[in-house]
């Protein structure tokens, strides 16, 4: 697992020592938390470290890589448009970047999403979809302002994803602070789940029992709910839901932000989907995981309640760095790739894959719930961290120490691989999964 190439750093201690002094890391517990490592190079699906170790990136760096790290058509991308244009102000300006991107976008998007709301992060995405959602309905004279949103789903950081995400935890501290969503249980299943039926109807009757006519709009992970633990339903129950809310009168937001740009094996999970939202919220893959840029898709229709001959109508959000010219381009450049064939094959392969893996997998009897869509597979080791302790910790030492980077979210291991990864190393990652459930797991 080493390798010979000169460190960029001129002194890693000491960049480590600055690192404690004055970073605060993001999801963290600085007090028990290990050093971090000082990475210092990537290529490929490999992350570099300043000790000479290399680590195989099966999360693709916390779910932004799409093509593999310092991908060189993207670098050379944002090199290019960073010596023509590095950014400029969006309102009153617009550039091509920005608008190459929003039709390309638009013209692969479900259902008639055609305009395109740039933002940061997927957090800003979210935030914008429910504040286009309520104000569409404000601006129309409507009443409609009850959210709903699946149980378990997590749509970002900030106070209103929080609030969509309520049921996610980690907000405790801010709870009184949050506004009122209503939660749609989510019907999880996996590979030979003999309930999902049953659990389907039950989902079903509870969100009937919450449609009204003051239902603004419904926000949902389709198909993976990613950091609730690679948690995956049925495309018919997400259809179902759709056409329930829709009926209802109610808009419908998907965010995409996790499972775009291929990582369920499709474009978008949309595309396993017959019905198609009003909104849809998109970033972590969009720039091949080079820069930050978020995206809020929506409807022409809705575009039009903000049409008026006053400002009070007009959508009034924005960041400073709305439709950042490099991060449209690193879009541009990852969206090539993505539209590859090689890249449509690729996920075919890392499916298949996956799918060759899941009988070992699912056999294993300290594994349970074994589960994939497209790209992602996952599982939970039985009984691992009943006792309390770190169990997601130490896992990711365990992988680490084989040469792999995932990030368990609490007994769910899952594999969610940048696409140009190898049958080889995927290989090394199952071997490493099932070490992991004969060390940590307990027969059920
Ligand atoms: C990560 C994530 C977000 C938040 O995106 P950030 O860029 O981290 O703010 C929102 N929704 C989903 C589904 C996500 O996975």
Not at 148 to 174: I, K, N, Q, R, V
Not at 321 to 335: D, E, F
Request: aromatic share 10%; with cysteine.
């Amino acid at each position: 697992m080493t390798s010979s190439f000169p460190s960029a750093l001129p002194d890693p201690s000491a960049l480590l020592d600055l690192d404690a002094r004055h970073v605060w890391h993001p999801f963290t517990q600085a007090r028990t938390a290990p050093e971090p490592q000082v990475i210092v190079r990537g290529e490929g699906p490999y992350l570099y470290a300043a000790d000479g170790t290399r680590l195989l990136d099966m999360v693709s760096s916390w779910w932004v890589n799409l093509h593999g790290h310092a991908h060189p058509a993207i670098a050379g991308a944002i090199a290019r448009q960073a010596q023509e244009l590095e950014h400029v102000i969006f309102a009153g300006f617009t550039h091509a970047p920005a608008v190459t991107l929003a039709a390309r976008l638009a013209a692969e998007l479900p259902g008639r999403l055609s305009r395109i709301f740039y933002s940061d992060n997927g957090s800003t995405a979210v935030e914008a979809a429910l504040k286009i959602a309520l104000q569409a309905g404000f601006n129309r004279g409507e009443t409609r302002t009850r959210i709903l949103a699946f149980e378990g789903g997590y749509h970002g950081d900030t106070f209103g994803a929080m609030s969509a995400g309520a049921t996610s935890g980690f907000y405790a501290p801010f709870q009184d602070k949050l506004f009122q969503v209503d939660f749609v249980p989510y019907p999880a299943t996996w590979a030979g789940d003999p309930e999902v039926e049953a659990k389907e109807r039950a989902a079903l009757s509870a969100l009937d029992a919450l449609l009204g006519d003051d239902v603004a709009a419904i926000v949902l992970e389709p198909l993976v709910q990613g950091s609730a633990g690679m948690r995956m339903a049925r495309p018919a129950y997400v259809d179902e839901v759709v056409r329930r809310v829709r009926a209802a009168g109610g808009l419908v937001i998907f965010d995409e932000v996790m499972t775009g740009f291929g990582r369920t094996g499709r474009l978008w999970a949309a595309r396993h989907l017959s019905e198609v939202p009003d909104l849809m919220c998109l970033s972590k893959g969009i720039t091949g995981g080079f820069l930050p840029l978020g995206v809020t898709a929506a409807t022409e229709e809705l575009y039009r309640a903000f049409g008026g001959d006053s400002f009070a109508q007009a959508f009034a959000h924005g960041h400073s760095y709305t439709a950042n010219p490099l991060s449209c381009a690193a879009a541009l450049a990852s969206l090539d790739l993505t539209l590859s064939p090689e890249t449509a094959a690729n996920w075919e392969r890392i499916g298949a894959a996956h799918e060759r893996a899941l009988p070992e997998l699912a056999a294993h009897p300290h594994l349970e719930r074994v589960r994939r869509c497209g790209t992602i597979l996952a599982a939970e080791i039985r009984g691992a961290g009943e006792y309390g302790g770190n169990v997601s910790l130490e896992l990711r030492q365990f992988f680490a120490a084989r040469g792999l980077l995932l990030r368990p979210l609490g007994n769910v291991v899952y594999l969610l691989p940048p696409y140009v990864v190898t049958d080889e190393q995927l290989g090394q990652a199952y071997a490493a999964f099932l070490d992991a459930a004969q060390t940590f797991g307990r027969p059920g």
